[in-house]
């Protein structure tokens, strides 16, 4: 009996021990390196098939990407291939990121549970009968990126309106956000006081080229902002009061935040991040919420977020 067949049948220590313990012997068992390595050739060998009105369309894994001609940043004098830029962008988030949770990567061995995520995700993309959707917009959400979870999107969700248009899994990402473009959706006085645009400015920003203000971020690390958002089609969720696996594996296995300029600071936050997603007290945990949510408090790691923001470029 391999990992794959022993998804959701075991607390994690005796999953990983019982079904690694079999593995060798189950012809059906393919290891977590050699899962990747296929899903990599296959995002390599394919451009996909353009279907009109936006839409590129992946058969093998099946994916599709819509209205993405503008990734990432929204330029107007860029070349119209922001669906191919996309699917880069995927690959690459996928090779880091599963390097990482396999233990391969340059961080070294994380506990067991995270490679299981690894193949959870695999098991995702895998999947024939669930497409997923990449999806972006312009100037439509506040958020730079948006993705779908297993347990479907609450109406009350300030996201909403974007995640009812795809469905699980999805991400959506606003090029708008992600170029670090002053929204056009303010009213004139908000451009006046905070933004401290004359008349003309705010005439030239609504009905010409949008502005991008240097205080406004524009995102870099966009392997790192895709593989995070994968990460919430497994249903791992932002919060204060469990580990945050989306912002723990950005951070661990893609450097440290991409709102921090200073290496310094971003190898020490790395460094917490990964000795956090190591620590067996916490993950051997994970089928005892409760048990792992006093845990996290305990320990201290509640405040790594808390530590980054401080670190943040004003």
């Given at each position: 009996?391999?990992?794959?067949?022993?998804?959701?049948?075991?607390?994690?220590?005796?999953?990983?021990?019982?079904?690694?313990?079999?593995?060798?012997?189950?012809?059906?068992?393919?290891?977590?390196?050699?899962?990747?390595?296929?899903?990599?050739?296959?995002?390599?060998?394919?451009?996909?098939?353009?279907?009109?009105?936006?839409?590129?369309?992946?058969?093998?894994?099946?994916?599709?990407?819509?209205?993405?001609?503008?990734?990432?940043?929204?330029?107007?004098?860029?070349?119209?291939?922001?669906?191919?830029?996309?699917?880069?962008?995927?690959?690459?988030?996928?090779?880091?990121?599963?390097?990482?949770?396999?233990?391969?990567?340059?961080?070294?061995?994380?506990?067991?549970?995270?490679?299981?995520?690894?193949?959870?995700?695999?098991?995702?993309?895998?999947?024939?009968?669930?497409?997923?959707?990449?999806?972006?917009?312009?100037?439509?959400?506040?958020?730079?990126?948006?993705?779908?979870?297993?347990?479907?999107?609450?109406?009350?969700?300030?996201?909403?309106?974007?995640?009812?248009?795809?469905?699980?899994?999805?991400?959506?990402?606003?090029?708008?956000?992600?170029?670090?473009?002053?929204?056009?959706?303010?009213?004139?006085?908000?451009?006046?006081?905070?933004?401290?645009?004359?008349?003309?400015?705010?005439?030239?920003?609504?009905?010409?080229?949008?502005?991008?203000?240097?205080?406004?971020?524009?995102?870099?690390?966009?392997?790192?902002?895709?593989?995070?958002?994968?990460?919430?089609?497994?249903?791992?969720?932002?919060?204060?009061?469990?580990?945050?696996?989306?912002?723990?594996?950005?951070?661990?296995?893609?450097?440290?935040?991409?709102?921090?300029?200073?290496?310094?600071?971003?190898?020490?936050?790395q460094q917490t991040a990964c000795a956090i997603l190591k620590d067996d007290r916490l993950w051997s945990q994970s089928y005892h919420p409760y048990r792992q949510m006093r845990l996290w408090h305990h320990l201290g790691y509640d405040g790594l977020k808390s530590a980054m923001r401080a670190d943040y470029d004003s």
């Amino acid at each position: 009996m391999g990992l794959r067949a022993c998804r959701g049948r075991w607390p994690i220590a005796l999953l990983l021990a019982f079904c690694g313990l079999h593995a060798a012997a189950d012809p059906d068992f393919v290891p977590l390196a050699e899962r990747t390595s296929t899903l990599l050739a296959r995002l390599q060998g394919t451009t996909g098939v353009p279907t009109g009105a936006g839409v590129l369309r992946l058969a093998d894994p099946a994916l599709q990407v819509r209205n993405c001609d503008d990734y990432p940043y929204a330029e107007p004098d860029a070349p119209r291939a922001g669906a191919r830029l996309l699917l880069d962008d995927l690959r690459q988030g996928l090779r880091q990121g599963l390097q990482c949770l396999s233990g391969d990567g340059p961080m070294g061995r994380l506990h067991p549970y995270h490679e299981y995520q690894a193949h959870r995700l695999l098991s995702l993309f895998e999947a024939d009968d669930r497409p997923k959707t990449f999806q972006c917009v312009a100037d439509a959400m506040f958020a730079t990126a948006v993705a779908t979870g297993p347990r479907g999107t609450s109406i009350t969700d300030p996201l909403y309106l974007q995640l009812r248009q795809v469905r699980h899994p999805a991400v959506v990402f606003d090029t708008y956000r992600l170029g670090g473009i002053l929204s056009r959706r303010h009213d004139d006085e908000t451009y006046r006081a905070f933004f401290g645009l004359a008349d003309d400015q705010i005439l030239e920003h609504r009905n010409g080229q949008p502005l991008r203000p240097a205080n406004l971020h524009r995102f870099g690390n966009r392997p790192a902002l895709v593989f995070h958002e994968l990460v919430h089609w497994l249903g791992h969720q932002h919060s204060a009061l469990y580990p945050d696996l989306a912002h723990l594996y950005e951070t661990c296995c893609f450097g440290g935040s991409d709102y921090i300029s200073d290496d310094d600071r971003n190898r020490e936050h790395q460094q917490t991040a990964c000795a956090i997603l190591k620590d067996d007290r916490l993950w051997s945990q994970s089928y005892h919420p409760y048990r792992q949510m006093r845990l996290w408090h305990h320990l201290g790691y509640d405040g790594l977020k808390s530590a980054m923001r401080a670190d943040y470029d004003s």
